[in-house]
C-alpha cells in the first residue's frame, strides 16, 4: 500500500467512475505503471484494463488581498485506470 497514497474523490473523477468506469488514485512518483497496476489488483482484488499517468507541476498560491505569493503546492503523480466490466471499487466501504 506504500505505492498508493490516496484515492482521488471529486466530482470529475465521480462522472468518470459512473460513465467509463475510470477511478483514481494519487501514487508515488518513483512507481512504474507494472508497480501500480499489481499494487491496485492486489490491494482491491480487481483487474485493470487501462492505466495512464501523469505529473501535475507546481502551482504558486497568492493571498488574494495583498497579491503576494505565499506559497508553492507540490507535484504530484496521478493514476487514472479503467477497470473490468463488472467490477467496482468502494471508497467508502469501510468508514
Not at 499517468?53 to 498560491?61: E, Q
Not at 505565499?70 to 466490466?85: L, M, P, Y
Request: net charge positive; charged share 30%.
Amino acid at each position: 500500500m506504500s505505492i498508493l497514497k490516496k484515492p482521488i474523490i471529486s466530482e470529475k473523477m465521480n462522472l468518470l467512475q459512473e460513465r467509463r468506469g475510470q477511478y483514481g488514485f494519487i501514487v508515488e512518483k518513483t512507481a512504474t505503471k507494472p508497480e501500480i497496476k499489481a499494487a491496485i489488483e492486489t490491494y482491491y482484488g480487481v483487474e485493470v484494463v487501462s492505466l495512464s499517468t501523469m505529473i501535475t507541476s507546481r502551482k504558486t498560491r497568492k493571498n488574494r488581498k495583498t497579491g503576494q505569493i505565499t506559497g508553492r503546492t507540490d507535484s504530484v503523480k496521478k493514476a487514472i485506470f479503467s477497470i473490468k466490466d463488472g467490477q467496482s471499487i468502494d471508497f467508502f466501504e469501510n468508514v
